[in-house]
Structures are given as C-alpha cells and as structure tokens.
C-alpha cells in the first residue's frame, strides 16, 4: 500500500514537474491543434514519462531493498541492526521481584556473528545475551542463568516497566518483546520497511547475478546456452509451423476440398491454448527437444495458417481480374499476386506466433526441462535463489520484446506498403 | 471478322432467398474496330455486369459475346480492363506495374523496355517510374492502370467508371488523355460512367440503358469524341448540340430513376 501510494505520488509530481519545466518545444503539426483531447492521432508516448516510469520502478525496487545504487537517505527505513536492550522485571517464590537487562545482537543473516559480552549485574536475576537474525525471531530463556529458575516460579511480570503476561507483548524501540503461553519471552527486532532478500534482493545483487551466472553458469550450462536453447527452440519450432501453416493457409484459401476438409481441424485448434498440449506433448515425445519442437510447432502452426487463408481471401477481386486480363496464368497469379498480397496478413500472424512460441517454451520449460530460461527460473526458485528468478524474468522480457522489434522491423522493409494501400 | 459482337445477352442472378435478379436481358450489339463507346445508365441497370460478361469474369446465362471471330469464354490478353480504383500491385514499382503484361507473356526486358518507357513517357510518369504506386496520388495511380492496360496491347480496353474516383479539375485532364490514347493507338473502348458530360465526350457511340431488366435503351452517334481529339474539352462542351444532348440523355435518366423510386414506394 505504502509502495503504491509513493508511486502515485511519483506519478502526479512528475506530470505537474515536467508540464510546468517543459516547455513544448516543438513546432510540428500537433502542436497546431487546438482540439487535442479526444483525438487520437494527437496523443503520443511523452518520452520524458517513460524515463521517469522506469528510472520510479527502479528507485522503488533500490529504495525498498535498500540498495547501494540508491544514495542512503531514500532509502525505506530498513530492518533494525546492532545491539538491541530491553529489561524485565521477574518474580519468585518468596515475592522478591528483581530487574535485569537482556542484550539481543540483531545481524545480518548469512554473516558471522559474536555474543555481546555484558556484566552479570546485581540482584538475583541476572543480565543476559542472545543474538537473533534481522526479519528472524529468537526465544530468549531469560530465567536460565538467574540465580532463583523456573523451580523456584520465576516468572516475568514486566519488560521495560510495562506489565506482561503469557500471550501478550510489549513494543520496546528495537522490536517487539513477546510471551509465549508458558511464560517464555521471545525476541522479534523491528522489521523496517525494506523486503528481505530472499523475498525481493536489490538490484546490484541481481546484476552481480547475471555477471555471475554468464561467467560460470547455472546446472551445468551457461546463461547464454540456457537462452540460446529457448530461442533455438523458437526459432526451428515457428519455421517448421510456417513451413506447413503457410501453404496449408494458401490451400484453404484456394481450393473449397482443402477449406472443408481442414476447416473443422483449424478451427477446433485455434482456440486450444498450447500450453493446454504439454503434459500431451511430454506422455509422447518426453522432456526432450522434439517434445519442446512438436509443441511449438502446433502453436505456430494454426495462426500461419489462418492468417495465410486470410491473406488470401483478403485479395481484392479486381488485382485477380486484372492480372488475368494481362494474360497471367494461374500459377503468375498465385506467385505475382496472391501471394505478395498476402504478406502482410502473414507478417502480422508471424508476430503473433513468435509471442505465443516464446511464451509458450518458457511455460514448457518451467514444467520440465534440462536446459533453458524458463528451467532456470524455475529450478531457482526451488532453492529460494530470488536474484536468479528475477533475473530470468527481465531476461525474458527483454528477449520477448526483441524478438517483437525484429519482426516488425523485417515487416517494415519487406512489406513497406501495409496498412498504406 | 474483327471487332467484337455482342449477341442476344442475358443475365440472371439467383439469389440465396430463392429470387432472381434480371440484370440483362436480351442484349444485342456490336462495336467496330477502333469504335469508342460509352456507356450510361442509372446504377443498377447492368453496366458492371455487361462489361464483366465481356471481360470474361461471368459466363452469361444465354447469348454469347464474339470476339475476334471466336466465342469469349474466359479472360484473355486480347481484352484489358481498367478499374475503378486502379487494382495495382502495391508491392511492385510503378515500372514493374506497367510491364506485368509482357513479363507474363514471357518477353525479356529489352524487348519490352522501349515500350513501358514510351507509355510512362505518354501518360507522364517518366519520373515516378521507379517509385512505389501506394506513393502516387489517385490520379497518376489511374494513369499507371491505363499505361499497364496498353502495354499489353489489348485489341479492346474495357473501362469500368475509370475516373469516377478523381476530383473534377485531374478527371477532365484524363478525359483528354483516354481521347488521345484512343486516335494514337486506334484501339476499340467501351467506358462505363455515370457522368452524362463524360459518355457525350469520350462516346463516339453513347449507349443509354434502362434498369429492371438491364437493357439498351437508346443508341447515339456523338460527333464530340472526334471534336474533343487535340482540342480543350470546354471548347467542346460550348458545342450547342452538346448542351441539347446532355438535357435530352439528363431527362431520360431522370426519368427512370423516378420510375425507379416510384417502384420501389410501391412495392414498401
Ligand atoms: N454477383 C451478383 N449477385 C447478385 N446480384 C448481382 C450481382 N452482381 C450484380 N447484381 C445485380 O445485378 C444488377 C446490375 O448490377 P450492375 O451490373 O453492378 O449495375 P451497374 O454497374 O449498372 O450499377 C443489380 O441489381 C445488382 O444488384
Ligand atoms: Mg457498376
């Protein structure tokens, strides 16, 4: 709640910050206008929004994992750390009461660490000394070392002058002191308000991750083969589906047999989500790659070849009939015309399947897998390795979203007349 | 024989609801060799469906059209068609375009390059000749489909409302050009419009047909497609005769549409 609440904030500040600091500079068409809400072709992407989206969501990331790349004072208040007192007040047969002061050591978990040393003190009850791991709680037998134990009733009625009783607590300024119902205190240092690494790590640990796993790898395979396995896996999955989708769409398109024949087929297909074929997919072919190749190339192969019959049927009727009164014949026409009308309706599904494909082997990857981006998460985060999960994720993104770029970039120089005819 | 003859034509459309449109009936005509003819009517009275029968796209449901000295059955070369929005391949230069003809027929470029280049000279392209035809405007994309049509020499070029689409100022420069492509190249046109100004200018013959069924109505002899050949077309239109005809063919066209409109308040 905290978090979305900043992040509003962040998003309301920004947009009155840079409306009032920039001044629109540019003198193009849109400028001109003097109707710009409700019209579309006025709205773009305000780049300096985009920049300051991404630099909040990693200032947030830095800021509640107290990061180092984040300059101290943003960051959220963190775990406390150091040595934490508190005193109690105990009682014991013969009604004397008698205070003493319990020292807890908080430290970061997974580095070593030493009992504070203390003086006993006065009284029969004496001081004591524990340590307990930051976000971690810890039972302190406080009675153990007093001169009167729980045979003679020792009991804790106070802790820091505020009475206690079993199943109660008491907030004190480095955390919160608990009773158990048998009368044992237990020690839980104040959380802050930064997440623990094992839920969320900062971002330089994730990177050093990437540094880390590139250089020596992950199960016995490096980063790159663990990607390069998932896009191989793509790529030879989608050109086997366009392989057979696109002529199988080009037949459909031509020919009533083929339309009939396969339309009931494609059409119960379409709608199956591929992820539904796997544990199909792994009781025929296993976990291998011809398993991982089988699946991908049904996903690819259903959009080619709807979007090749579509292609198809989306030729205007006069380019046939004027390329027949040129004199084509019917294979001219199907190689001049049918076919390059129809690359744009294929460019279009080929984007379509590239998402879906590369969706879809993370998702088969994740279930069961050797090698790959989505084995990698997923063995991770078996073992809590939360950097590594993270890792994968924005590393799939990022592959994702290039694999999106390329293809519309190959859609651009290779059908420069979409959407312009 | 040359020249193309239409005999006895019919055409019935069955539709899915069990009914059936006449969209011609009985149509009987021939056109001579280098003939330009126009034809007019109110929409709906079979122009599209006449000149697609001749083309070749429809078989008719009785009659026969006679090419050449032999029966159309099919699309062929002998007979071009320019449409009314062009139907160009996008994804082919405006070069590339004009030349699809003699590429299909198997020539080699340098049997055909002189040619393409003439008619991209003719029809004032020269300079666009590389350039891609989503790039042009809908005028100069009309003179690429009317150069495509000529450099496959066709013996008749069949034109379904081919300026219908332009603005009034670039559809009377076309008008122009259709009349001198027409002396230069001596080639048989039938043109489909719905402007009665452009069927009397372009219309050595002017062919009136009437709706329901679709049939000839009237037949003109015109002198101004002749006149118009080297001349500006306004001098043409201040031809008295030219006035008289046009508020003649306006009527008659008037006319059937009321027909038209009366039958259908009627049949509601
Ligand atoms: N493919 C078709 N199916 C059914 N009816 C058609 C078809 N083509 C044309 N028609 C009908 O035939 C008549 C003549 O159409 P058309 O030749 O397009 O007229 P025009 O070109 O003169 O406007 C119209 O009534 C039209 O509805
Ligand atoms: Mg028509």
Same mark, same amino acid.
Request: proline residues 5%; negative net charge.
């Given at each position: 709640?905290?978090?979305?609440?900043?992040?509003?904030?962040?998003?309301?500040?920004?947009?009155?910050?840079?409306?009032?600091?920039?001044?629109?500079?540019?003198?193009?068409?849109?400028?001109?206008?003097?109707?710009?809400?409700?019209?579309?072709?006025?709205?773009?992407?305000?780049?300096?929004?985009?920049?300051?989206?991404?630099?909040?969501?990693?200032?947030?990331?830095?800021?509640?994992?107290?990061?180092?790349?984040?300059?101290?004072?943003?960051?959220?208040?963190?775990?406390?750390?150091?040595?934490?007192?508190?005193?109690?007040?105990?009682?014991?047969?013969?009604?004397?009461?008698?205070?003493?002061?319990?020292?807890?050591?908080?430290?970061?978990?997974?580095?070593?660490?030493?009992?504070?040393?203390?003086?006993?003190?006065?009284?029969?009850?004496?001081?004591?000394?524990?340590?307990?791991?930051?976000?971690?709680?810890?039972?302190?037998?406080?009675?153990?070392?007093?001169?009167?134990?729980?045979?003679?009733?020792?009991?804790?009625?106070?802790?820091?002058?505020?009475?206690?009783?079993?199943?109660?607590?008491?907030?004190?300024?480095?955390?919160?002191?608990?009773?158990?119902?048998?009368?044992?205190?237990?020690?839980?240092?104040?959380?802050?308000?930064?997440?623990?690494?094992?839920?969320?790590?900062?971002?330089?640990?994730?990177?050093?991750?990437?540094?880390?796993?590139?250089?020596?790898?992950?199960?016995?395979?490096?980063?790159?083969?663990?990607?390069?396995?998932?896009?191989?896996?793509?790529?030879?999955?989608?050109?086997?589906?366009?392989?057979?989708?696109?002529?199988?769409?080009?037949?459909?398109?031509?020919?009533?047999?083929?339309?009939?024949?396969?339309?009931?087929?494609?059409?119960?297909?379409?709608?199956?989500?591929?992820?539904?074929?796997?544990?199909?997919?792994?009781?025929?072919?296993?976990?291998?790659?011809?398993?991982?190749?089988?699946?991908?190339?049904?996903?690819?192969?259903?959009?080619?070849?709807?979007?090749?019959?579509?292609?198809?049927?989306?030729?205007?009727?006069?380019?046939?009939?004027?390329?027949?009164?040129?004199?084509?014949?019917?294979?001219?026409?199907?190689?001049?015309?049918?076919?390059?009308?129809?690359?744009?309706?294929?460019?279009?599904?080929?984007?379509?399947?590239?998402?879906?494909?590369?969706?879809?082997?993370?998702?088969?990857?994740?279930?069961?897998?050797?090698?790959?981006?989505?084995?990698?998460?997923?063995?991770?985060?078996?073992?809590?390795?939360?950097?590594?999960?993270?890792?994968?994720?924005?590393?799939?993104?990022?592959?994702?979203?290039?694999?999106?770029?390329?293809?519309?970039?190959?859609?651009?120089?290779?059908?420069?007349?979409?959407?312009?005819? | 024989?040359?020249?193309?003859?239409?005999?006895?034509?019919?055409?019935?459309?069955?539709?899915?609801?069990?009914?059936?449109?006449?969209?011609?009936?009985?149509?009987?005509?021939?056109?001579?060799?280098?003939?330009?003819?126009?034809?007019?009517?109110?929409?709906?009275?079979?122009?599209?469906?006449?000149?697609?029968?001749?083309?070749?796209?429809?078989?008719?449901?009785?009659?026969?059209?006679?090419?050449?000295?032999?029966?159309?059955?099919?699309?062929?070369?002998?007979?071009?068609?320019?449409?009314?929005?062009?139907?160009?391949?996008?994804?082919?230069?405006?070069?590339?375009?004009?030349?699809?003809?003699?590429?299909?027929?198997?020539?080699?470029?340098?049997?055909?390059?002189?040619?393409?280049?003439?008619?991209?000279?003719?029809?004032? #392209? =020269?300079?666009? $000749? &590389?350039?891609?035809?989503?790039?042009?405007?809908?005028?100069?994309?009309?003179?690429? @489909? +009317?150069?495509?049509?000529?450099?496959?020499?066709?013996?008749?070029?069949?034109?379904?409302?081919?300026?219908?689409?332009?603005?009034?100022?670039?559809?009377?420069?076309?008008?122009?050009?259709? #009349? =001198?492509?027409? $002396? &230069?190249?001596?080639?048989?046109?039938?043109?489909?419009?719905?402007?009665?100004?452009? @069927? +009397?200018?372009?219309?050595?013959?002017?062919?009136?047909?009437?709706?329901?069924?679709?049939?000839?109505?009237?037949?003109?002899?015109?002198?101004?497609?002749?006149?118009?050949?080297?001349?500006? #077309? =306004?001098?043409? $239109?201040?031809?008295?005769?030219?006035?008289?005809?046009?508020?003649?063919?306006?009527?008659?066209?008037?006319?059937?549409?009321?027909?038209?409109?009366?039958?259908?308040?009627?049949?509601?």
């Amino acid at each position: 709640m905290i978090v979305l609440a900043i992040y509003v904030a962040i998003f309301i500040a920004s947009f009155v910050i840079v409306k009032f600091a920039v001044h629109k500079a540019t003198t193009d068409y849109t400028s001109l206008k003097t109707v710009t809400f409700g019209d579309e072709s006025a709205v773009t992407p305000n780049r300096i929004a985009s920049v300051i989206s991404i630099l909040t969501i990693f200032l947030l990331w830095g800021a509640f994992t107290g990061s180092r790349l984040v300059p101290g004072f943003m960051h959220a208040p963190g775990p406390f750390m150091g040595d934490a007192t508190f005193t109690y007040t105990a009682e014991a047969e013969g009604g004397t009461t008698d205070d003493a002061t319990v020292t807890v050591r908080v430290f970061e978990v997974g580095t070593e660490v030493e009992m504070p040393e203390v003086a006993p003190g006065d009284g029969w009850a004496k001081n004591d000394v524990d340590t307990v791991g930051a976000w971690r709680s810890g039972l302190i037998r406080v009675d153990r070392n007093d001169e009167l134990g729980r045979d003679q009733g020792h009991t804790v009625i106070a802790v820091n002058g505020t009475p206690i009783a079993p199943g109660g607590s008491v907030m004190t300024e480095f955390g919160r002191v608990g009773m158990s119902q048998k009368g044992t205190l237990n020690f839980e240092p104040a959380k802050g308000w930064q997440m623990e690494p094992i839920w969320l790590p900062p971002p330089e640990a994730v990177l050093a991750r990437v540094g880390e796993i590139a250089r020596e790898g992950y199960r016995d395979s490096t980063l790159w083969e663990h990607l390069g396995y998932s896009l191989f896996r793509v790529v030879v999955g989608f050109f086997f589906g366009a392989l057979v989708g696109i002529p199988l769409g080009y037949a459909m398109g031509l020919s009533n047999w083929f339309r009939g024949w396969f339309d009931p087929i494609v059409e119960f297909m379409r709608p199956v989500p591929p992820l539904a074929l796997i544990p199909l997919v792994i009781i025929w072919a296993g976990i291998g790659e011809v398993g991982k190749i089988i699946l991908l190339f049904l996903a690819a192969l259903w959009i080619m070849a709807i979007a090749a019959r579509s292609g198809v049927s989306g030729v205007a009727i006069s380019k046939v009939h004027a390329a027949y009164s040129l004199g084509a014949s019917k294979w001219q026409l199907m190689r001049y015309v049918i076919v390059p009308n129809s690359l744009p309706e294929i460019f279009t599904g080929a984007r379509v399947a590239m998402g879906v494909c590369w969706g879809t082997v993370v998702a088969a990857e994740l279930v069961a897998a050797e090698k790959g981006a989505g084995m990698m998460i997923m063995v991770a985060s078996k073992f809590q390795l939360t950097d590594i999960v993270i890792m994968g994720i924005i590393l799939i993104g990022v592959i994702g979203f290039g694999i999106d770029i390329l293809m519309r970039w190959a859609e651009k120089t290779l059908v420069p007349w979409k959407g312009r005819i | 024989m040359s020249g193309l003859s239409i005999e006895n034509l019919s055409m019935r459309f069955d539709l899915p609801n069990g009914t059936s449109v006449q969209a011609l009936k009985d149509v009987t005509l021939s056109i001579k060799e280098g003939e330009i003819m126009s034809v007019l009517g109110p929409s709906g009275c079979g122009k599209t469906t006449l000149l697609n029968i001749v083309a070749g796209f429809l078989a008719p449901t009785d009659g026969q059209v006679v090419m050449n000295g032999h029966r159309v059955s099919g699309p062929d070369a002998e007979r071009g068609m320019v449409f009314q929005q062009g139907a160009l391949f996008e994804w082919m230069s405006v070069r590339d375009n004009v030349s699809f003809g003699p590429r299909m027929a198997g020539q080699r470029e340098r049997d055909w390059a002189g040619n393409v280049d003439h008619l991209l000279d003719v029809v004032g #392209l =020269r300079d666009f $000749k &590389e350039k891609a035809v989503y790039e042009l405007s809908g005028g100069m994309q009309q003179r690429v @489909a +009317l150069a495509r049509c000529l450099a496959n020499d066709p013996d008749v070029i069949l034109m379904d409302e081919p300026l219908g689409a332009l603005d009034a100022l670039t559809r009377e420069k076309m008008q122009s050009l259709v #009349l =001198r492509l027409w $002396k &230069e190249t001596g080639k048989t046109i039938i043109l489909i419009t719905h402007s009665v100004e452009e @069927a +009397l200018l372009l219309g050595e013959r002017l062919l009136v047909m009437a709706p329901r069924p679709g049939r000839i109505h009237r037949e003109y002899n015109l002198p101004f497609a002749d006149l118009g050949v080297g001349q500006d #077309l =306004r001098e043409v $239109k201040k031809h008295p005769d030219f006035a008289l005809r046009r508020e003649e063919i306006l009527g008659m066209i008037w006319d059937m549409e009321e027909e038209i409109m009366g039958r259908q308040e009627q049949s509601a």
